[in-house]
């Protein structure tokens, strides 16, 4: 006796062919909301100005996961190769003497569109700008100018990734231009 096919199969399969192809594929919608890592640093202005914590919960209040951190102390070699994109600038040597005048906190977050949101959250990168256009912002909280602007953040997702490397050593080390000081 020979199996036949239910006359009901055919139906069932065009049926569950979405859910097929979903479990295959992957949900589309569901790679949008995957987790992105920033870098973010507290400058020398903000740990001396005692604004840690206070920063540190504005990041989590905002959905940020702090993955890793460390304080640094960096060297003029060290900090002159973080912001090597800015070293024929006339404000290299002011910038590599304010992030060598005191330790830094470095800290990796993770959350959906880490970047763009951390970003947002830091405001203009002169604070002076940022207490009128983005007053609640971080900058806006305890930033003086553009140089000393209390926190710095990545500026695309390879800065990203060069910058975490460069304090974390794990993530590819590519030398990528940013204009975030």
Same mark, same amino acid.
């Given at each position: 006796?020979?199996?036949?096919? +239910? ?13 097929l192809l979903f479990l295959h594929h ?7 909301? =995957? ?49 090597? =994109? ?12 304010? #992030? ?6 470095? #800290?990796?977050? =993770? ?26 912002s971080i900058r806006a909280m305890c ?12 500026? +695309? ?5 060069? =910058? ?18």
């Amino acid at each position: 006796m020979g199996s036949a096919a +239910s006359p009901a199969a055919p139906s069932l399969f065009i049926s569950l062919l979405p859910l097929l192809l979903f479990l295959h594929h992957g949900c589309w919608s569901c790679r949008a909301v =995957e987790s992105e890592r920033t870098l973010a640093m507290i400058k020398p202005d903000g740990l001396s100005g005692n604004y840690t914590e206070r920063i540190k919960e504005v990041i989590t209040e905002s959905g940020f996961d702090i993955v890793k951190e460390a304080v640094v102390r960096l060297d003029a070699e060290r900090a002159s190769l973080f912001y090597v =994109e800015h070293s024929g600038r006339s404000f290299f040597d002011s910038l590599v003497k304010y #992030m060598t005048s005191g330790p830094v906190l470095v #800290m990796v977050l =993770e959350r959906p569109d880490a970047i763009l949101h951390w970003r947002a959250l830091i405001g203009p990168t002169d604070a002076r700008k940022a207490k009128t256009s983005h007053p609640n912002s971080i900058r806006a909280m305890c930033g003086l100018d553009s140089e000393k602007n209390c926190v710095h953040g990545s500026d +695309s997702p390879q800065s990203a990734a060069r =910058e975490i490397s460069f304090f974390f050593g794990d993530a590819r080390s590519d030398a990528v231009e940013h204009d975030e000081l």
